[in-house]
């Protein structure tokens, strides 16, 4: 009884797919205190988002979108306290989130008063279930709506102070046809008349993930064709992950034409969440590209994420968790082990050793504890790595598999993971005092 909810466009060149990855970070926005605060148990404190925005900022982030402050009174104080204690840095951009609607765009300028630079996202849903089912509104006066408010936010930025910036959302895209869609954005920048010197963001929501990463880069791709002022626009992406394909849409998505990202720390957000940031980060990272967000020390920035929201970073998250570099079994092992030694014997910084996509010294993780850990699944290179790394014992070849298959055998009796102190005790109990 499913259809599939979401629309091809009609021409595609699907030229992108020749690209072979990114050459630059896009342009990053955190939406992690408002898209990941509105989906959490229990919201953020005001507290809690001040810790959590300077966290943002120490990363790197130069666009983030604070709150709703239209929605609740946190919302709103939390707005004003950045302002009015001064704790927004001259090159961030702060971006507040309001509905096409009078009362809603005024508290919204209202709690921007004073601020130095802010976008100003506004957004309307255009697809066909929200026209139908929930605006019972047509085409038509969808259009006008999101008209009448680009008018008044328009207006109400160029009575204010600041570098204000204008940025529309057609919320639930994905559901959207596609040149519906390019129609009411250009509706809204005929409004706007931004020029290079001072750009407007469409902003693309995967509100609800529905099709495949492909499919959406294509619907991208018509965008970013027939988008008017595009030299004066940036296009951004806000892809959510219903369907486990956030980044994949994200990153095909910048080939297929967009500037900007729209994302979470750890992909925090409604529902399956939005484009964790880290994961898309770190893979232009892992390309040699510099993404321009520093997560050298990833257990700190996991460590605050978890304390200000309450949520837990999976252990096979990628990069951050737990267990991503570690290895228990014995081939596993045994290969890292030797393109660790492989490394070092050729002097060389390039990275290249089997199993491991980065070096985890690069976001401050270490390889004891995190890459070699031991239990009955080990093997022989695992356990004398761990004695030589950590007890300088080097075992001579031919003791190699004794040792490693005496240690694992105590960790299969026990139904128990070893320490690297409790390898040595049992090397020691077994070979040394015997
Ligand atoms: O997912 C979404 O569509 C949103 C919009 C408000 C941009 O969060
Ligand atoms: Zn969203």
Avoid at 11 to 39: F, H, M
Avoid at 276 to 282: G, H, L, P, S
Avoid at 314 to 343: C, N
């Amino acid at each position: 009884n499913y259809e599939r909810a979401y629309f091809m466009p009609l021409e595609c060149t699907y030229d992108w797919v020749k690209k072979e990855y990114l050459t630059k970070a896009p342009i990053w926005c955190s939406v992690d205190l408002r898209d990941g605060n509105q989906a959490l148990v229990e919201p953020m404190s005001l507290e809690e988002k001040i810790q959590f925005f300077q966290m943002l900022v120490k990363i790197g982030f130069k666009q983030i979108e604070v709150g709703f402050p239209a929605a609740s009174e946190t919302e709103y104080d939390f707005v004003r306290t950045l302002i009015e204690q001064d704790m927004i840095p001259e090159d961030v951009t702060i971006q507040v989130l309001t509905q096409a609607r009078e009362h809603i765009i005024r508290k919204t300028f209202e709690a921007i008063e004073g601020a130095q630079n802010v976008i100003v996202h506004l957004y309307l849903s255009t697809s066909v279930a929200q026209r139908e089912q929930v605006f019972h509104k047509s085409k038509e006066e969808i259009i006008k709506t999101a008209v009448d408010g680009a008018i008044m936010v328009k207006e109400l930025a160029d009575k204010q102070s600041g570098n204000i910036y204008l940025q529309y959302s057609p919320e639930s895209c994905t559901g959207t046809e596609v040149d519906y869609a390019v129609e009411i954005c250009n509706a809204v920048l005929d409004i706007w008349q931004p020029t290079p010197d001072h750009k407007a963001i469409i902003n693309i929501p995967a509100t609800v993930e529905n099709s495949m990463p492909h499919v959406f880069a294509t619907q991208i791709e018509y965008i970013h064709k027939h988008l008017k002022y595009r030299d004066a626009v940036l296009l951004s992406l806000h892809p959510h992950n219903d369907r486990g394909c956030a980044v994949a849409d994200a990153e095909l998505g910048v080939l297929a034409g967009a500037d900007r990202i729209e994302g979470t720390l750890f992909g925090n957000g409604e529902r399956t969440g939005n484009m964790d940031i880290v994961t898309m980060a770190m893979n232009l990272f892992s390309h040699g590209i510099d993404p321009e967000l520093d997560f050298s020390d990833i257990s700190a920035i996991r460590a605050g994420y978890e304390t200000y929201t309450g949520m837990k970073v999976h252990e096979r998250q990628p990069y951050a968790g737990d267990l991503v570099f570690t290895a228990f079994s014995g081939s596993h092992q045994d290969a890292i082990s030797k393109g660790m030694t492989w490394r070092e014997e050729h002097k060389t910084d390039k990275w290249t050793v089997p199993y491991l996509p980065i070096d985890p010294k690069d976001i401050g993780r270490t390889y004891d504890g995190d890459v070699i850990r031991i239990n009955s699944q080990s093997g022989k290179g695992g356990i004398s790595y761990i004695l030589k790394q950590n007890f300088g014992v080097v075992l001579p070849e031919a003791m190699r598999e004794d040792v490693g298959y005496a240690i694992k055998q105590v960790s299969d009796e026990m139904h128990q993971e070893l320490s690297p102190q409790n390898v040595y005790e049992i090397f020691e109990e077994q070979y040394l005092h015997s």
